[in-house]
C-alpha cells in the first residue's frame, strides 16, 4: 500500500456539520488514492453519515471525540477546557505525528489559538497569518494575512511575504512570485504607519520579488502574485471578495432571464460561462493555510459545503510532498543568519 498523506478533519465543524464534511471527506478520499481521512467528532453521528457513500475503508478512519467546541465560546478558554472535542483531538493528531495536517470549518478563534498552542510555531516564525488563495484574472494569488494577527509588527508582514512566497512557489508552482503590500496609492511615501515602516524592508529584503505598494483595485487583476497586508485589511479584502462575486454572479443570472432573446443567448453561453464563473469562486481554492506552524492547518469557510472541504484536503497533499514547512524554516532561518 503506498504511503498516504494523513489529514485530520474536525467533522463537527461549521454550519453543515458532519453531513458536509464527511461527504467532502469521502470525495477527497474517492478522488485521491494518497489521502487518508481521520474524521474526529461524534463517532456515531460520523458513522451515520459514512453509510450513505461508498469509498476505500482504508483510507477514512473515525476518532470519537465527545465534545464541540462552538463559535461563540472564548478560543483560549475552549482549547484549555474541552480537551475531548473534535478540534482539539485532531489538532493533537498532527502534534503528535499521526497527521501531516488538520483541516476545519469551526471555529476560528479556536483553531489559531490551538494551531500555536498545540501543535506549535517553527521556530523563529514570530505569527502565523492565515493565507487563503484568492481568484485573479491570471489565476490566483494568496492573500497574507486575512484573519490570525490584527495588530502585526513590520517585522511579521516581511515573514509574511516570505512564507506567502515559498508557498506560491512550491504549491501553485509560480516561479519567482511578485509581492505587493496594499496600499492607498502606488507612491512609496504613502500609507499607515505600518506599511511605511514595511515599504523599506520589503524592498531591501533579497529573497523575494517585491514590486512595491498593491491598491485594492489591483488584486483581481493579477497585479501580485502574494498580496501582504495585516489581518484586519486582508479580512475586509476577502469579505468584499466574496460579497461582490456572489452579487455579480446573481445579476448576471438575472440579467439573463429578462426576456426570451436573452434566455436564448443564456443558453448558447452557458457552458463558457460556468467556466468563467468557476474560475471566480473561492469554494474551488480549498481553505486558508495558517503559515510557518509545524504541521499544516487548514482553516475554511463556517458555511463550507463539500466541495470546498473535498478541496482543503486534497491542497493537503501538495503542501506536504513539496514540504513546505522545511522550506519556511530554511527561509526563516537564513533571515536569521
Not at 496600499?183 to 506599511?195: D, Q, S, T, W, Y
Not at 498593491?214 to 501580485?224: F, L, Q, T, V
Request: neutral net charge; proline residues 4%; charged residues 25%.
Amino acid at each position: 500500500m503506498a504511503e498516504f498523506v494523513n489529514v485530520a478533519v474536525d467533522a463537527m465543524g461549521g454550519d453543515n456539520a458532519p453531513f458536509e464534511i464527511v461527504k467532502g471527506a469521502v470525495d477527497a478520499a474517492n478522488e485521491s488514492s494518497h489521502v487518508k481521512v481521520y474524521l474526529t467528532g461524534k463517532e456515531d453521528a460520523i458513522r451515520s453519515e459514512l453509510t450513505k457513500y461508498t469509498y476505500n475503508k482504508e483510507q477514512i478512519e473515525i476518532v470519537n471525540a465527545s465534545e464541540v467546541i462552538e463559535t461563540a465560546e472564548p478560543p483560549v478558554m475552549a482549547i484549555r477546557k474541552k480537551k475531548d472535542s473534535s478540534i482539539v483531538k485532531a489538532l493533537n493528531l498532527v502534534k503528535d505525528g499521526v497527521c501531516d495536517a488538520y483541516v476545519s470549518a469551526g471555529s476560528t478563534g479556536a483553531t489559531l489559538v490551538g494551531g500555536q498552542v498545540i501543535v506549535g510555531r517553527i521556530k523563529g516564525v514570530e505569527r502565523p497569518p492565515l493565507a487563503p488563495l484568492i481568484p485573479t484574472e491570471k489565476g490566483c494569488a494568496l492573500l497574507v494575512d486575512c484573519g490570525a494577527n490584527v495588530d502585526a509588527r513590520p517585522s511579521h508582514l516581511v515573514q509574511f511575504a516570505k512564507m506567502g512566497s515559498v508557498y506560491m512557489e512550491s504549491v501553485m508552482g509560480v516561479k519567482n512570485p511578485k509581492v505587493g503590500i496594499v496600499n492607498i496609492g502606488a507612491e512609496e511615501e504613502k500609507g499607515n504607519a505600518l506599511v511605511k515602516e514595511t515599504f523599506p524592508l520589503l524592498k531591501n529584503c533579497p529573497d523575494i520579488h517585491f514590486i512595491g505598494s498593491i491598491e485594492a483595485r489591483d488584486i483581481p487583476s493579477g497585479y501580485a502574485d502574494v498580496v501582504v497586508c495585516e489581518a484586519f485589511v486582508g479580512n475586509v479584502i476577502l469579505k468584499m471578495y466574496e460579497g461582490v462575486g456572489a452579487t455579480l454572479i446573481k445579476k448576471v443570472k438575472e440579467g439573463m432571464m429578462t426576456s426570451l432573446r436573452s434566455k436564448i443567448g443564456a443558453l448558447l453561453v452557458k457552458p463558457a460561462l460556468k467556466n468563467t464563473l468557476k474560475a471566480f469562486d473561492l469554494e474551488q481554492y480549498g481553505g486558508a493555510p495558517m503559515l510557518g506552524l509545524k504541521g499544516l492547518v487548514v482553516k475554511t469557510h463556517g458555511s463550507s459545503n463539500s466541495v470546498e472541504i473535498k478541496n482543503s484536503i486534497l491542497q493537503c497533499i501538495t503542501f506536504t510532498e513539496q514540504n513546505i514547512n522545511q522550506k519556511i524554516k530554511e527561509k526563516i532561518t537564513m533571515e536569521e543568519n
